[in-house]
């Protein structure tokens, strides 16, 4: 088994940069279902949740090959089955956005329902709803949804709660409907903005992106463009925060400074110098003790979900009292535990997380229990005195392009071993 060793203590120097964005790869690799022809797509990450998609879309019959490191050619002239299989989309909730793009252009779909995950229930009932609001037909059989409509009907939807891969579904789904779809209390993350622009170059006709409403004037076709990933805004608050908990100083490049205002605000506001050295470059650095401050995830442009666990280690080490509250998931506080075991002082009440800030963390064994939660005990290792060894890294490796070798480039003492013997 694989697994990460971190020296604590020592400070951060240098320059990282950020890799194009997984959850804005994930949907755009979706959308290329809906135009056959040759798209170029660039700045994709190396991330297993971008491998398990190019599984899944390969499944269905799409042609793909990878160009560069970072850019891949995708065909789906070839595009002849409607099935995501569970063992797929178990590995990966995303999958379910491949449910929109099919029926819409091959009026059919049959998905695995992918069921809860660690960090809570998250239903896709808001997907179906939309969908069925546009005119398919929808059954729930063997565990799989099964979609069928000759051809959608635009339609308005109001999203009772705020979903991104549910506005994209719908985008992606309306953008081959005939007539108009409203989507209202639609998402406004930069990462729906960015399909929409991916969707718009394709020739849909797209209003309100950014917006809480969209309005998509569906076509009868689409076609294959190239484009270009924006950068991963959670991957960019990770290293910013990983200043704030090993100390130094870093330049942050290819990042958009913007998609991180409300990051940046609470950053400079737990003490770190911020500041925006060009339109894709942020500078940071940590001057003495960071100050504890309160913290509420909610929708963008609001503090992001994907960051609290981040933060959380920050507030670990801060002087003071701080309230982390998560409003958008049920059981985002996993990583709690395993905080607590290098030294956190954390109480958990319901969706506030309150946190002690202690001297120092201590460097101690832990697990690795979803996504961010593993950002977060890298994050810890990093501030804590002595080691500290990190297992279940496949978390990790579903969102961050080797975040290891990009801290170690900086000066962090961190190791990835398997069977004892260093992998680089
Ligand atoms: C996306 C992101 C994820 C991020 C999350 C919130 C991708 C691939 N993933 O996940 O990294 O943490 O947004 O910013 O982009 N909900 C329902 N019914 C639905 C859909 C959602 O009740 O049909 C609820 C969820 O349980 C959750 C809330 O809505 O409580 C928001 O979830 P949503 O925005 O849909 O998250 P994802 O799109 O799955």
Redesign the pocket.
């Known amino acids: 088994m694989e697994h990460i060793e971190i020296k604590g203590g020592h400070r951060l120097s240098g320059t990282v940069r950020i890799s194009g964005a997984?959850?804005a790869a994930?949907?755009i690799l979706a959308a290329t279902l809906l135009a056959p022809g040759k798209f170029q797509l660039h700045e994709v990450p190396q991330l297993e949740?971008v491998k398990i998609f190019l599984r899944l879309l390969q499944e269905l019959g799409v042609k793909w090959e990878r160009t560069s490191d970072h850019s891949l050619e995708i065909d789906s002239s070839g595009l002849k089955n409607f099935e995501a299989p569970y063992d797929l989309v178990r590995l990966m909730?995303?999958s379910?956005?491949v449910l929109g793009p099919l029926v819409a252009r091959l009026g059919r779909a049959r998905v695995a329902l992918p069921g809860g995950c660690a960090?809570?229930?998250?239903?896709?009932?808001?997907?179906?709803?939309g969908l069925e609001l546009m005119g398919a037909k929808l059954k729930i059989k063997e565990g799989f949804v099964e979609a069928k409509a000759k051809r959608l009907n635009g339609a308005t939807i109001y999203f009772?709660?705020?979903?991104?891969?549910?506005?994209?579904n719908l985008m992606m789904a309306a953008s081959l409907a005939k007539g108009k779809t409203i989507l209202e209390n639609a998402?406004r993350?930069p990462?729906v903005v960015a399909l929409g622009e991916l969707l718009l170059q394709m020739g849909a006709k797209i209003k309100g992106l950014g917006t809480d409403t969209i309005t998509i004037e569906g076509s009868k076709e689409l076609k294959a463009v190239d484009w270009t990933i924006i950068p991963d805004r959670?991957e960019a608050g990770t290293f910013l925060m990983a200043v704030g908990a090993a100390g130094g100083k870093l330049i942050i490049e290819n990042c958009i400074p913007s998609h991180l205002d409300a990051v940046l605000e609470k950053l400079k506001n737990a003490g770190l110098k911020i500041d925006i050295i060009d339109k894709d470059k942020i500078g940071v650095q940590r001057r003495g003790k960071l100050k504890s401050i309160d913290i509420k995830t909610q929708?963008?442009p609001g503090f992001?979900?994907?960051l609290q666990a981040q933060i959380m280690v920050l507030m670990s080490i801060a002087s003071g009292l701080s309230v982390i509250t998560e409003t958008?998931?049920?059981n985002r506080f996993m990583h709690v535990a395993e905080l607590r075991r290098l030294g956190a002082d954390i109480k958990v009440e319901g969706r506030n997380a309150i946190v002690r800030g202690v001297s120092e963390l201590t460097g101690a064994p832990v697990m690795a229990t979803d996504?961010?939660a593993s950002a977060s005990l890298i994050l810890a290792g990093l501030s804590a005195k002595g080691t500290t060894i990190i297992q279940g890294l496949n978390h990790l490796d579903r969102?961050y392009e080797r975040i290891d070798k990009k801290l170690s480039a900086v000066g962090a003492r961190i190791k990835r071993l398997k069977n004892g013997k260093e992998i680089t």
């Open positions: 997984k959850n994930l949907p949740d909730r995303a379910i956005l960090i809570g229930a998250r239903p896709i009932d808001l997907h179906l709803k009772d709660i705020t979903s991104v891969t549910g506005t994209e998402a993350e990462e959670i929708p963008y992001p979900t994907d958008i998931f049920e996504l961010r969102g």
